[in-house]
């Protein structure tokens, strides 16, 4: 899904079996829980980092996921769409919900640790880089949310949809207005 | 000639480009769920099975009470030395139980019998009565049913 193969592993139906087979075993079997852990670990921490390009705040993040996933499992119903974009809703919601509490985190500059910490200052990237970042921290969720799984993660819009749980046509109409923010964002920071 | 990349797909291909270079998994991580997991999983474990004590507890006392509150008996009625009714019959302990049989020309009598009935089956002491009627009636039998 993240790598742009998304069409092609949801047309292996021996793939969703197999997948369907392993979350059923993960409900109640601690090994095929380590086994799904690790299969997805890679793809949602790629994803929560890109969305939030911090090592720790990313770490914190997929932590929840996983935990969120471990109490959602047994609620989770098979519906022929691959557990990823379940994930990747889980991680959508986690990453969304750090946002909220976090609003004055920037990355690039100092950030002030929670509960009156000392300040911890994030790695700098390029310029391009902190600027791409910092210009899509700036949009809403929503829109930092759909721009992320279509451009960054290579879902498509139908996917999207299933992974947001909209329409496709918002789906369509928030990519748009979130590219309009997106430019509207970076000529600011070069203004 | 050089064709600018509109900035918004120049910066999104930026985002695109950042790989996450950490660990393919984190074992502390790992093993926090794995605790997780074992506590979720027993708790639900103890759950299910209080679940299923209570139930089962339930269950007993519900076929107890309905036992003892409508236990069933086997009656034969005997009018003049002669069987006029067989029936299965619920008395209550302390209870009565009131039923009809026939008597000669086509009429019938009230049978009444009162505890107390003993669980223990055998002889079992009971009074009967019959209204309007002057033959000598008698309940030969009453015991729990299924004792023979």
């Known amino acids: ?191 | 000639m050089r064709k600018d990349l509109d900035p918004v797909d120049s910066a999104l291909m930026c985002l695109r480009s950042k790989q996450w270079t950490g660990e393919s998994y984190r074992t502390q991580l790992e093993e926090k769920l794995m605790s997780e997991f074992d506590t979720q999983r027993l708790g639900y474990g103890t759950g299910r099975r209080r679940t299923l004590i209570v139930a089962g507890l339930a269950a007993l006392l519900l076929g107890a009470a309905a036992f003892a509150a409508a236990r069933g008996w086997f009656a034969v009625t005997v009018i003049d030395g002669k069987v006029v009714d067989t029936r299965e019959i619920t008395l209550p302990e302390g209870g009565v139980a009131t039923f009809q049989v026939p008597v000669q020309g086509g009429k019938e009598t009230t049978v009444t019998v009162s505890g107390p009935a003993s669980a223990e089956g055998g002889e079992v002491q009971v009074n009967v009565t019959s209204d309007g009627h002057n033959a000598n009636v008698e309940v030969k039998d009453v015991k729990p049913q299924g004792d023979d």
């Open chain 1, 1 to 191: 899904m993240g790598d742009g193969s998304v069409a092609a592993i949801m047309g292996e139906r021996s793939y969703l079996d197999e997948e369907r087979d392993l979350v059923e075993r993960a409900r109640r079997d601690r090994a095929a829980f380590t086994q799904l852990y690790r299969r997805y670990y890679d793809d949602v921490t790629s994803y929560v980092y890109r969305r939030l390009g911090d090592v720790h705040a990313t770490e914190d993040v997929v932590a929840e996921v996983f935990l969120a996933v471990m109490q959602s499992l047994r609620r989770y119903q098979y519906r022929g769409i691959p557990l990823k974009a379940w994930l990747y809703r889980i991680a959508t919601n986690s990453v969304n919900r750090w946002l909220r509490r976090n609003r004055r985190y920037v990355l690039g500059r100092p950030v002030t640790a929670q509960d009156g910490g000392e300040a911890v200052f994030v790695p700098r990237e390029r310029e391009d880089a902190v600027s791409a970042r910092e210009a899509m921290l700036a949009l809403s969720p929503k829109h930092q949310t759909v721009l992320s799984l279509h451009y960054l993660e290579g879902l498509s819009v139908e996917e999207v949809a299933s992974v947001v749980g909209c329409r496709v046509g918002t789906v369509k109409s928030r990519l748009s207005r979130g590219r309009e923010s997106l430019q509207r964002e970076l000529l600011r920071r070069r203004s």
